[in-house]
Structure formats: C-alpha cells, structure tokens
C-alpha cells in the first residue's frame, strides 16, 4: 500500500487496549494549519455521542484534528457517553494544544457498553507523540471493526498548475446499507476551499460512492464522513472548473474505498455491480438496483454461483416500481440470461454460470421502459456473514 | 397430526415426477358443492400465472376445485406459461367433471422454467381417484417446497347452535416477508357465507397473520391465501356476531399457519416475537417492528445467542419514524435490557442471554412516545439458511 502523504496532515494509530490482543483501536489525524472541515452524518435515529458532538461543531467549518476510537460505539450511552465524547476531544485538544471545538470525534464498535474513557486518557500522549506524515496506515489500521484489510486511497488532481492530494481511509463491512455515510471515513485534502462547497462536494461525493453500495442492508448510529482541507497545497478552488477538477478527484476517493469496503465486506466472496436501465426515471431505476442489491435470496445465489434470474426478477417485481415483466433482459456480464422475461435456456445458463464463478460481475437489468438508469455495488451473502455476525460480541 | 375433515371437501396429494425422488409434488381440493371463493395475492410486479388465472376467475364469487404443484413455479414463462396454467385447470376439470372456470390453479418452486404440463396431464386421473376426505396432509405435503414439516389447521367455531370447521393448509418456509400473503395457503370451510364478505373475511386474517411474519424479506411471485367455503356445515353467516364468531376462527387457522411457516422457516432455530410499544400510531409500531424483524444483523444475534440491544436499537432507528433514543426500552421476555436508551448491565445481560437459549420468546420494545402497537413473529438468521439458498437449485 502506497504510504500516504498530504502536505501538512499527520496520522497515528496505536492499541490503548479498548480491543483485546493488543490491536490498535486509537486513531488521530491532526493537520498543522486549521482546516475547512464539513462531514456528511447518518440518517439513524438513533445517534452516537460522537455523532451528536461532531454534527455541532462542523458548523463552524473548521477543524484541525480527528480523534477516533474502535472496539466500542459509544452509542446507547445515555449523558455519561456524551461526557465521554466531550472529554475524549478535550484531552486530544490539550495534547495538540488546540482549542477543543477543534477537534471532532468517532468511535465504532459495539453498542450500548460505556467508553472506556480512563484507557484513551492513558494512551493519548503515546497517540500524539506517534503521529507522522506516514501514519495513514496505523490510523487506518486502529479504525478497522470486522474489515480485514486496511482501506487508504490517495488520489492528485491539479489546479492552475499546482498539484493538490486528496487522502481518504474509511472503515465499514458490516451495518453498511446505502442511507447516508454508511461508515467512518476521513478524508484529508491539501486544497483549498470554502468550508460550504467542501460540504456540497462531500454529499454530492457520498451520494455516488458510499450511498451506492449494499452490505447487508443494515445501517450504523455512528455512520460519518468528515473532510478536512487546509490549503496548503497552494491550489485554489475558485471557478466551476476548479471545483470540477476537486469534485472529480473526490469522487474516485471516495468510490475507490467504498468498492474496497464492498469487497471486504464481512465474509463476502463476490463483488457484483447491479446496473438498471431502461427505468422510467433514474429513481425508478436506483429503487430497483437497491432492491436487488439488498435481497438475501438474489445475495445467497450469488455466494452458490446458481445463475438464478428469477430471484432477480423476483425482487425487482417488490421494488414498488411498476414495471412490465414481458420486458424485461438480465444480463450477467455480456450473457443473456432472460429475455423479455422469459429465461434463454441452458446454453446462456452454462455461460452465465462460468460469469458468477469470478470474483467480479456485473448484473444489467433492462426494463426497457424508459430512460432511467441506477448502479448498485453489493457482495455476496456467505456462511461467514452468518458466522461472524451471530459471534460479534463474544 | 389430526386428520382434518372438514364436510365435503376431499383431498389429495400425489407424485408426478416434477420433484425428484418421488417426492409429493401434485395436490387438489374439491368440494362436492360449489364453494363461495375469495383469494388474496402477492403485491410483487412479477406474477405467475397461475396468479394472473386466478385473480380473474375468483371475480366470479364461486370455485369447487384448486389444483396445486410444487416443484415448479410457472413464473416467467411467458407466454406458454399462461396456457399451461389454463390447461393445468382445463384437465383436472374435465377429470372431475366440472366447468373449467370453476378450477383454480397454483404453482411453487423455481422460477423460470417451463411447466413440465404433460407430466401433470398422465398423473391427473391418479389425482383425481386419490380423493379423499382425510387426504389434506398428503395435500399439504405435495405442496411444501423447502418446508421440513406439512402445514395444516383445523378449528371450530359455531353459530346459532351449529358447528362449523375451518381447514387451512400452507406452504412457505423462504420468500417470506410481509407484503400480501407470502406463500400459499388454501383455506376449506363448510361454513355458509356470502363470497364478498368471505374476500373481506379473507384479506384482515392474512393481515393478521402471514403479513405479520417475517424470515427473510425477499416476497414471491407466486403467493395467494385462497378461500373456499361450501355451506355444508349449516351454519350461515347472517350478521355481524356471525361474522365475528367466523372470524375469529378464521384469523386462529391463519394464524396458527403463520407461526408454524415461522418455526419452520428456512435454517431458523428460534422464533421470536417483536412487540413494538408507545408509538405514536400503530403504523410507526409496524414500521418499528418489521424494520427490526427484517433485519440480518438482528437475525444473527438471535441465531448466536447474542443478547446484542445495541442492533436492535439501531434498525428501530433506521425505520423512518421520528424515535426518542433516551425513551426506549427493550426487553427479552421479562428481563429489560435496556432502560432509556442505556443498557442495564451484565446481570440483565446474563438473565437476557438465558432467555435467548429458548426456541421461543418475545422481544419488546417500548419507545414510549404514544400508544400504538404492532408486533411481527420473525425467525433468526442461521448459517443454514444460506446452505439452503446457496444451493437451492442444484
């Protein structure tokens, strides 16, 4: 993995011992300027403390570090997990020497259990003293829950000639359903802009990344995305073009790492790209992709390898979209598999079966309906799913 | 199992060779008088045909034979699809002599493959002469698909001094989410009853029952609660006491079916009740309820034992209804686990866990906001289930 690099920002990541075994579950990312900061938030209702905190202080716009823990959602902590939250920033701002509602917070783990607030005051010295222009992949590392591999992606862009970074490291492979920032992720550019577009290109970012992949169709109370940009590149965001120029770089970031996430998605085998068109709106459309990205018959076929159409066609006929099912063509990869509903026999059965034995398809539905179109990223649905998920806890 | 009787209705259950291994796959109920029919059906946009015969010929008020397959889904067929089912309906009328309109069909199973009708057409007459009025279990048994256990219910009730039997059978252990009748049942009654309200009578016990039950959110192409009722019995529903009384043993056959489809749900282990309470309407409790019933995260800790709150606060919070998170409580049977919003510690954890060990018991929520209530019956998530479905083709 590329070490990553953004003028400015330094990242550590270091075991205080919330997580057993000595895994590293304390992260910090701290840039040297103050930063235009924005974040896109969970839609949950339920909220954790950190969420709460951090949805507060991004009003101002500005932020110069992010402190994060795993191993435990301080979510379902009543005023004792808002406290926790607070001081968890407090004591991060006095090690850095900043002011407190500089500093945002997240925690990600289990629900309902306390912060154990006396071990991160303990390891926080050692958390800032080890922070380094090359500490993405601790921070990275100290962010992860069930993920099995580290997720950083860092991407260049140029404006009127100066060479900008963008540097995002996200954590998510379970609880992850499009309805909002389906994870934590952290995003560090060298840019520089307005504190507001950062907030619109983070959402609009989000929109085509995170909120168009399906894990298990399950959402988090500690779901964000917080974007820090602290100008120190010298590149300027200052017309459309520019902003164009970020936003595209801002998309691949965020796509790339929720493809990652998608792929090591909790015991998932396959990563399958669901594409709908010929929907009457594009709405239309993202309703049916979702639907069949989402469902547990069309996911457990998948983990068999059983070309099973009529599971897909099954689930888009639940989407709540009128369609006409003498219309409609399922493709996996270039095979036809049915064709104006109706299934294309064994040869494109066979075809269709060497397509699902790859780590990597794609599924197009045609309703041929109209115009519309939507993609949805999702895995497969394995043993292991089952198998981590009914032992999470223990 | 009791023999259900129920007077004038014969049937029976045969194998055809749809199935393999000789395996019960072709199954008819006849009345010796005409019944008054009402039937419910799926809501997906993708219906079999013998859905699109049967919700036109119910319009008629009036049916004396239904003709059942398992094994194959007459679903996406096209075209052929829909001749087939009429010539399904066309020879088990001509072999019990009786008009074609008057015979309904049904088909569970795969989706997508042709309906291997000439199979059906050499074993009819067998059918036919296997009536019988004890024959509902070898019925239900040509019915079931993955279902482990034959489905049937027997209750009584009476009116005006006389006795009436209400029969149910079903089939349904995967697809099965609340969103009209998910899965077949049939339903024989010798009671004597008008056949619009015997529609009316029909859709608020399916409301009751299979759409309050939940194993894996996927709906089926292929679902339909139909209801026949041949007067024999004498007992004539004639006003709103009489229907009441009707009623009530309706939604306990319906019922009864539902909770048995739960407990043999594909894989499940456990059946669990979600009862939502303090609502502000009885639809946000629904909304409550089903979005925790469905969830896999949910589902995997019932199957782990794991007595994890935290999940299912965080699928109520997804529901879209407005929630207090300071204000909920949750509890497993009588143990509460959580107090508003907090959870209450290990000995509450470690009663909660005990309960969790039964095959059955009752989650409840209480959002205190109000005074609606929903409940839904859902079943955990296991490692079986997705063998089941992995493989469900092969």
């Given at each position: 993995?590329?070490?990553?690099?953004?003028?400015?920002?330094?990242?550590?990541?270091?075991?205080?011992g919330?997580?057993?075994?000595?895994?590293?579950?304390?992260?910090?990312?701290?840039?040297?300027t103050?930063?235009?900061?924005?974040?896109?938030?969970?839609?949950?209702?339920?909220?954790?403390?950190?969420?709460?905190?951090?949805?507060?202080?991004?009003?101002?716009?500005?932020?110069?570090?992010?402190?994060?823990?795993?191993?435990?959602?301080?979510?379902?902590?009543?005023?004792?997990?808002?406290?926790?939250?607070?001081?968890?920033?407090?004591?991060t701002?006095?090690?850095?020497?900043?002011?407190?509602?500089?500093?945002?917070?997240?925690?990600?783990?289990?629900?309902?259990?306390?912060?154990p607030?006396?071990?991160?005051?303990?390891?926080?010295?050692?958390?800032?003293?080890?922070?380094?222009?090359?500490?993405?992949?601790?921070?990275?590392?100290?962010?992860?829950?069930?993920?099995?591999?580290a997720?950083?992606?860092?991407?260049?862009?140029?404006?009127?000639?100066?060479?900008?970074?963008?540097?995002?490291?996200?954590?998510?492979?379970?609880?992850?359903?499009?309805?909002?920032?389906?994870?934590?992720?952290?995003?560090c550019?060298?840019?520089d802009?307005?504190?507001?577009?950062?907030?619109?290109?983070?959402?609009i970012?989000?929109?085509?990344?995170?909120?168009?992949?399906?894990?298990?169709?399950?959402?988090?109370?500690?779901?964000?995305?917080?974007?820090?940009?602290?100008?120190?590149?010298?590149?300027?965001?200052?017309?459309?073009?520019?902003?164009?120029?970020?936003?595209?770089?801002?998309?691949?970031?965020?796509?790339?790492?929720?493809?990652?996430?998608?792929?090591?998605?909790?015991?998932?085998?396959?990563?399958?790209?669901?594409?709908?068109?010929?929907?009457?709106?594009?709405?239309d459309?993202?309703?049916?992709?979702s639907?069949?990205?989402?469902?547990?018959?069309?996911?457990?076929?998948?983990?068999?390898?059983?070309?099973?159409w009529?599971?897909?066609?099954?689930?888009?006929?639940?989407?709540?979209?009128?369609?006409?099912?003498?219309?409609?063509?399922?493709?996996?990869?270039?095979?036809?598999?049915?064709?104006?509903?109706?299934?294309?026999?064994?040869?494109?059965?066979?075809?269709?079966?060497?397509?699902?034995k790859?780590p990597?398809?794609?599924?197009?539905?045609?309703?041929?309906?109209?115009?519309?179109?939507?993609?949805?990223?999702?895995?497969?649905?394995?043993?292991?799913?089952?198998?981590?998920?009914?032992?999470?806890r223990?």
């Amino acid at each position: 993995m590329a070490k990553a690099v953004c003028t400015g920002f330094k990242a550590s990541g270091i075991a205080s011992g919330i997580k057993k075994n000595n895994q590293k579950d304390l992260g910090l990312i701290y840039t040297q300027t103050p930063a235009k900061a924005a974040g896109v938030f969970t839609r949950n209702q339920i909220q954790a403390a950190p969420v709460i905190v951090n949805r507060k202080r991004i009003q101002s716009g500005e932020a110069q570090a992010i402190v994060v823990n795993s191993g435990n959602a301080n979510c379902c902590t009543g005023q004792q997990g808002m406290e926790d939250a607070f001081e968890m920033a407090r004591l991060t701002a006095f090690g850095l020497g900043l002011g407190e509602e500089k500093t945002l917070v997240a925690s990600t783990g289990v629900i309902g259990v306390k912060l154990p607030i006396s071990k991160i005051k303990a390891a926080l010295p050692r958390l800032v003293k080890a922070l380094d222009s090359e500490g993405f992949e601790n921070f990275a590392h100290a962010i992860m829950t069930t993920d099995t591999i580290a997720k950083i992606v860092t991407r260049h862009g140029r404006i009127n000639g100066k060479e900008f970074t963008v540097t995002g490291v996200a954590k998510g492979s379970g609880m992850v359903c499009p309805n909002m920032a389906t994870l934590l992720a952290f995003v560090c550019s060298d840019i520089d802009v307005q504190s507001d577009y950062l907030g619109y290109a983070t959402y609009i970012a989000a929109e085509r990344s995170f909120n168009r992949v399906n894990v298990d169709g399950d959402t988090s109370t500690n779901d964000m995305v917080l974007t820090l940009a602290n100008g120190m590149s010298g590149a300027v965001v200052e017309n459309s073009l520019h902003k164009a120029s970020f936003q595209g770089v801002l998309d691949e970031v965020l796509k790339e790492l929720s493809k990652m996430i998608v792929q090591d998605a909790e015991g998932a085998t396959k990563c399958v790209d669901i594409k709908v068109m010929g929907a009457k709106s594009d709405e239309d459309a993202h309703r049916v992709a979702s639907t069949i990205a989402n469902s547990n018959l069309v996911k457990t076929a998948f983990f068999g390898e059983d070309a099973n159409w009529g599971r897909i066609l099954a689930a888009a006929g639940r989407a709540g979209v009128t369609l006409k099912s003498d219309r409609i063509d399922v493709f996996f990869n270039d095979v036809r598999m049915c064709h104006n509903g109706i299934g294309c026999g064994d040869m494109a059965e066979n075809q269709a079966t060497q397509v699902m034995k790859k780590p990597e398809y794609t599924v197009t539905v045609d309703l041929k309906l109209g115009s519309g179109q939507a993609s949805m990223l999702t895995c497969d649905f394995s043993l292991d799913y089952v198998r981590i998920n009914a032992d999470y806890r223990s």
